[in-house]
């Protein structure tokens, strides 16, 4: 999820926490502000009734009359019980009902006075008045209808405001962070542009001390200073590898000389020889490092042609040939292949040639019969190339540290290299995309298995 995103969102549930319980407070203040009000209402109600049994003189026979004119004054759909002392009841305001109570909310109003009730349905306010001297329960029930209308209408209007801010805050949060973080998007895409081979590209800044503009200075400066490293070091890759191939290219030429002396020892003409091979490993390991600093990832492949694996094959045994006259290649095309295979792929001729320059190397000295054999298959998306020699294999703990630098396994004792040809391999195939698996699927048989992607 990317920082605007998550921004916003943090942004919208935040503002719906707060704004959701903001919202139940005013819920639960407004009905409680309807209950104490709905209770006033029948405390006033209960004053007047007890105003008038004080007054009336025949109570039970002006009490219907009273009733009838005052019944919707105060409350709505509004029922009283009146009992006297021995809790008898000697008026209902209900006609033509079977009147029922609870006997126990008489007893209880022995002890506290005044009882109101508002999870019954309706609600009920009882009380004990002492008036002229006798005792009087008086029940009064009644529905908040016009309370309760109102509460589900503030319910309503609550959650359809829950949802219309919560929506309308989850898009200006969008909308606002992809406008305040735009100079760091815009940031982003420059630095993914930079690469090795466009250091001294500058970050443009905007003329403010926010954090986004102090960043892209920070960049900037960052990139000068990694661009003078990799300058330097470069310069010296390119400047150390020219100068030893010239001393090397002299050093062959006097050995090839020396060897057609005839006038040496066997024994010197295999050390002769020995040592044109060392010379010969030794410029083909420069020439593959210098050809490595000209490229990387992100440049190679605008300099990608049409190449031919076959070919690149056949051009790198004639070079290793020169120098082990005794290597044989059994050079073999799938039967499996599609109609139109071309065993074309896009890459670097030269930097390919490497590679199979050292796979075929490696056959030649550590096979036990200096013999290399090829398969090529081709597939609609890959072609597989299998380079398979026998000898002696490379164990199990070795394998997963086979294609990192310096790394010689133990069938190269006594056996002269650097240790760097199949870490060459292996970043060579990384910038054309391809890969390379080791196995030993017969004992005394190595085999290495290209992948290209087409």
Not at 189 to 209: D, F, R, W
Not at 326 to 333: G, H, R, T, W
Not at 360 to 368: E, F, G, M, P, T
């Amino acid at each position: 999820m990317s920082l605007k995103r998550k921004i916003a969102l943090t942004l919208s549930v935040s503002f719906s926490l707060l704004f959701g319980v903001v919202l139940i407070i005013i819920y639960i203040s407004f009905n409680d502000f309807r209950r104490e009000e709905f209770k006033e209402r029948f405390v006033r109600r209960l004053g007047f009734t007890t105003n008038f049994i004080s007054k009336s003189k025949n109570f039970e026979q002006e009490a219907p009359i009273f009733f009838n004119e005052n019944s919707d004054n105060f409350l709505l759909n509004e029922t009283i019980l009146i009992f006297n002392g021995e809790k008898e009841l000697i008026y209902s305001t209900i006609k033509d009902q079977k009147v029922t109570w609870d006997k126990n909310l008489l007893a209880e109003l022995d002890q506290k006075k005044d009882i109101y009730t508002e999870e019954s349905i309706p609600e009920v306010y009882a009380s004990l008045k002492k008036i002229n001297g006798e005792n009087y329960y008086i029940l009064t029930s009644a529905y908040d209808t016009n309370g309760k209308s109102k509460l589900e209408y503030l319910k309503y209007l609550l959650i359809t405001a829950f949802i219309t801010c919560t929506l309308l805050i989850g898009f200006f949060s969008y909308y606002f962070m992809g406008k305040f973080l735009q100079p760091l998007e815009d940031l982003n895409k420059e630095i993914s542009e930079v690469t090795a081979h466009k250091l001294t590209t500058q970050i443009p800044v905007e003329q403010s001390n926010d954090e986004i503009s102090i960043l892209a200075q920070s960049f900037n400066t960052m990139i000068v200073r990694l661009n003078d490293v990799f300058q330097s070091q470069k310069d010296f890759t390119a400047s150390a590898s020219h100068e030893i191939r010239t001393p090397i290219t002299r050093m062959a030429f006097q050995l090839e000389n020396l060897i057609k002396f005839g006038e040496h020892s066997p024994q010197t003409v295999s050390s002769l020889k020995q040592m044109l091979k060392d010379v010969y490993q030794l410029s083909d390991l420069t020439n593959s490092l210098m050809l490595l600093t000209k490229f990387d990832k992100e440049n190679i492949q605008s300099i990608y042609e049409e190449v031919r694996i076959d070919e690149v094959i056949f051009e790198s045994f004639e070079t290793v040939k020169k120098s082990y006259s005794e290597l044989k290649m059994d050079f073999l095309i799938s039967e499996n292949n599609e109609e139109n295979a071309f065993l074309t792929i896009n890459g670097v001729s030269s930097l390919l040639t490497i590679v199979f320059i050292n796979l075929l190397k490696n056959a030649a000295v550590y096979s036990d019969n200096a013999e290399a054999k090829i398969l090529i298959t081709e597939t609609d998306n890959q072609i597989f190339v299998q380079v398979n020699s026998e000898g002696k294999t490379i164990s199990k703990e070795e394998q997963p540290k086979l294609f990192e630098a310096f790394m010689r396994g133990n069938n190269s004792q006594n056996i002269s290299g650097s240790g760097l040809g199949l870490r060459i391999v292996k970043r060579i195939l990384e910038y054309h995309g391809a890969d390379i698996i080791y196995t030993s699927p017969l004992d005394n048989q190595n085999e290495f298995t290209i992948v290209f992607n087409k």
